[in-house]
């Protein structure tokens, strides 16, 4: 074998190993983000279509219209968030995606171009996410399957300021997720646990109060999607609170909370909850947002 086919030779599985170990760290991110959007984030408890049941419907992931809202400031369904061009998010860039996700910001081209999205899109605690995990998001977003769903264009009824959480505005770090409670805390605020479980008033949302004295109050007249029945909810108080919180249950009571809907004393809870979504969560991340939650605060 003469010089050239040897340095040819050594050139091809060079190459062969960078695209190998590119592939790798794609297939990698993809994971990282199936397994974010799936859990934590829930997003299909917003984007997916529902069945009659309130189940999501297989083939329709992400595409749309599984809930509407109908609240003083605005009413309209979740979007179509699939990579489908014309009726999903196809046509965004990378950065468009992220400004999206972190901002509340659409492109300037497209349906509703430049407006921002609905207040039911919590950026404020999106915000929070690393940049490793923003990317993985992205990367599982441009890997679903596209669905072509049209979802009806939404009514902006007032403009609704964006409210920032302390948490997010701070921001977590890599070296944040060795340690359970800030793992924790992080896994909360992308999963805007506090937006649901903290009381308004006048439309702003009380963080002093997060967690305790019950939150919003979510029913059929607000939250469109779930089964006929669904009676509604109103989050409860979980800090720490020995009576009034959760202060004397187990952990394992906890869990079964986040992942089942099942309450301490057996009874069923309700959505918006996303307890379809938090059953795939991963054991280390369930004992990091129950570790986080033992130091919240009692709040009767």
Same mark, same amino acid.
């Not at 030779?9 to 590119?22: D, E, K, Q, R």
């Not at 702003?204 to 007249?221: I, R």
């Given at each position: 074998?003469?010089?050239?086919?040897?340095?040819?030779? $050594?050139?091809? %599985?060079?190459?062969?190993?960078?695209?190998?170990?590119?592939?790798?760290?794609?297939?990698?991110?993809?994971?990282?983000?199936?397994?974010?959007?799936?859990?934590?984030?829930?997003?299909?408890?917003?984007?997916?279509?529902?069945?009659?049941?309130?189940?999501?419907?297989?083939? =329709?992931?992400?595409?749309?219209?599984?809930?509407?809202?109908?609240?003083?400031?605005? $009413?309209?369904? $979740?979007?179509? +968030?699939? @990579?489908?061009?014309?009726?999903?998010?196809?046509?965004?860039?990378?950065?468009? +995606?992220?400004?999206? %996700?972190? /901002?509340?910001?659409? @492109?300037?081209?497209?349906?509703?171009?430049?407006?921002?999205?609905?207040?039911?899109?919590?950026?404020?605690? &999106?915000? $929070?996410? #690393? !940049?490793?995990?923003?990317?993985?998001?992205?990367?599982?977003?441009?890997?679903?399957?596209?669905?072509?769903?049209?979802? @009806?264009?939404?009514?902006?009824?007032?403009?609704?300021?964006?409210? !920032?959480?302390?948490?997010?505005?701070?921001?977590?770090?890599?070296?944040?997720?060795?340690?359970?409670?800030?793992?924790?805390?992080?896994?909360?605020?992308?999963?805007?646990?506090?937006?649901?479980?903290? !009381?308004? =008033?006048?439309? =702003? #949302?009380?963080?002093? /109060?997060?967690?305790?004295?019950?939150?919003?109050? &979510?029913?059929?007249?607000?939250? =469109?999607?779930? @089964?006929?029945?669904?009676?509604?909810?109103?989050? *409860?108080?979980?800090?720490?609170?020995?009576?009034?919180?959760?202060?004397?249950?187990?952990?394992?009571?906890?869990?079964?909370? +986040?992942?089942?809907?099942?309450? *301490?004393?057996?009874? /069923?809870? /309700?959505?918006?909850?996303?307890?379809?979504?938090?059953?795939?969560?991963?054991?280390?991340?369930?004992?990091?947002?129950?570790?986080?939650?033992?130091?919240?605060? !009692? +709040?009767?």
């Amino acid at each position: 074998m003469n010089v050239f086919l040897k340095l040819s030779g $050594a050139l091809l %599985i060079g190459t062969l190993s960078h695209v190998n170990s590119a592939n790798a760290a794609d297939a990698v991110a993809v994971e990282r983000g199936r397994y974010l959007v799936n859990t934590i984030l829930a997003c299909g408890n917003c984007h997916t279509p529902k069945a009659a049941d309130g189940l999501p419907i297989a083939g =329709k992931e992400l595409s749309g219209g599984g809930l509407s809202f109908n609240a003083p400031f605005f $009413a309209g369904s $979740a979007s179509n +968030i699939t @990579p489908d061009k014309e009726t999903g998010i196809g046509s965004w860039s990378d950065d468009e +995606i992220k400004r999206a %996700i972190t /901002q509340g910001a659409r @492109p300037d081209h497209g349906r509703l171009a430049g407006l921002p999205l609905a207040p039911m899109m919590w950026v404020a605690f &999106y915000k $929070a996410m #690393t !940049p490793g995990d923003l990317d993985a998001v992205v990367a599982y977003l441009r890997a679903v399957p596209a669905v072509h769903n049209v979802v @009806p264009l939404p009514e902006y009824k007032r403009q609704v300021p964006n409210q !920032p959480y302390p948490d997010a505005e701070k921001g977590f770090t890599d070296a944040d997720m060795l340690d359970p409670v800030r793992r924790g805390a992080y896994l909360v605020t992308i999963g805007h646990c506090m937006e649901c479980h903290t !009381p308004a =008033k006048d439309g =702003k #949302t009380l963080y002093e /109060q997060a967690f305790g004295k019950g939150g919003k109050p &979510y029913g059929p007249g607000l939250v =469109k999607g779930y @089964p006929a029945d669904w009676p509604g909810s109103n989050s *409860r108080n979980i800090t720490s609170h020995p009576e009034a919180g959760i202060g004397r249950w187990t952990d394992a009571e906890i869990k079964r909370a +986040i992942t089942q809907g099942v309450a *301490r004393d057996g009874h /069923q809870l /309700q959505p918006p909850m996303g307890f379809y979504w938090y059953r795939g969560l991963k054991e280390a991340d369930l004992d990091a947002i129950v570790a986080w939650l033992r130091t919240v605060p !009692p +709040i009767e």
